[in-house]
């Protein structure tokens, strides 16, 4: 294995307090009040935009000033309501020298993306980094993947593969043309990442660096 793709949300760093506490602080605006946190993990992993419609029924024009809502408290606060799952640098270290690339592909925009990973100490792992942007150019994980193998054509089939913990990471590395770990530690559950044939599952961070290693 030569590049192993990594999810950030969900699969390197566990989000919830952070997203959540920004989702609740865009609906708010709305005047739409959750009845508590675990009604908005559905949130995480997903694009926000089309999230807000399907959740919560706010339109189109809503849904966009709501991620709007939802930047102003995460760039300020929201994305260090975060923490490092347990295990996770230890990983990241042994891919590294046994000589893989490592590549975050996340939904979320890289300008945030990049301040996380400089926060928690783990940009010093990556090789490259590919998510969305702020006006939304790559708002599906294909997209993200798709623009990672622009900028990395020799990734195939045979030398990488996408690790994540919601079906949107299986489905986009599979319409990439690459294969997909599922994890379980993070927001998705077994039957999603089943349902859209991960190739493999991993339920902790240890089981995934003996799949991956």
Same mark, same amino acid.
């Given at each position: 294995?030569?590049?192993?793709?990594?999810?950030?949300?969900?699969?390197?760093?566990?989000?919830?307090?952070?997203?959540?506490?920004?989702?609740?602080?865009?609906?708010?605006?709305?005047?739409?009040?959750?009845?508590?946190?675990? &009604?908005?993990?559905?949130?995480?992993?997903?694009?926000?935009?089309?999230?807000?419609? &399907?959740?919560?029924?706010? +339109?189109?024009?809503?849904?966009?000033?709501?991620?709007?809502?939802?930047?102003?408290?995460? +760039?300020?606060?929201?994305?260090?309501?975060? &923490?490092?799952?347990?295990?996770?640098?230890?990983?990241?270290?042994?891919?590294?020298?046994?000589?893989?690339?490592?590549?975050?592909?996340?939904?979320?925009?890289?300008?945030?993306?990049?301040?996380?990973?400089?926060?928690?100490?783990?940009?010093?792992?990556?090789?490259?980094?590919?998510?969305?942007?702020?006006? &939304?150019?790559?708002?599906?994980?294909?997209?993200?993947?798709?623009?990672?193998?622009?900028?990395?054509?020799?990734?195939?089939?045979?030398?990488?593969?996408?690790?994540?913990?919601?079906?949107?990471?299986?489905?986009?590395?599979?319409?990439?043309?690459?294969?997909?770990?599922?994890?379980?530690?993070?927001?998705?559950?077994?039957?999603? @990442?089943?349902?859209?044939?991960?190739?493999?599952?991993?339920?902790?961070? +240890?089981?995934?660096?003996?799949?991956? @290693?």
């Amino acid at each position: 294995m030569r590049y192993v793709l990594f999810d950030l949300d969900g699969t390197l760093t566990d989000p919830g307090p952070g997203i959540t506490n920004c989702v609740a602080y865009a609906l708010e605006k709305f005047g739409v009040y959750p009845k508590g946190r675990e &009604e908005l993990y559905p949130y995480i992993g997903p694009p926000l935009v089309p999230s807000f419609r &399907e959740y919560h029924g706010l +339109s189109a024009e809503q849904a966009e000033q709501a991620l709007l809502y939802y930047r102003e408290r995460f +760039s300020a606060k929201g994305l260090y309501e975060n &923490e490092v799952y347990a295990g996770i640098p230890e990983l990241l270290a042994a891919l590294r020298e046994r000589g893989d690339k490592l590549i975050v592909a996340t939904s979320k925009p890289e300008e945030f993306t990049n301040r996380i990973l400089a926060h928690f100490d783990l940009s010093k792992y990556f090789d490259f980094v590919g998510g969305n942007t702020l006006d &939304e150019a790559r708002p599906t994980k294909a997209s993200v993947i798709t623009y990672i193998q622009e900028n990395y054509p020799d990734i195939t089939a045979d030398n990488a593969v996408m690790v994540g913990d919601r079906k949107y990471d299986i489905e986009g590395a599979h319409a990439c043309g690459l294969p997909a770990v599922g994890v379980l530690y993070g927001y998705g559950d077994r039957a999603e @990442l089943e349902t859209v044939c991960a190739d493999k599952i991993a339920v902790t961070v +240890s089981e995934l660096a003996s799949l991956l @290693l």
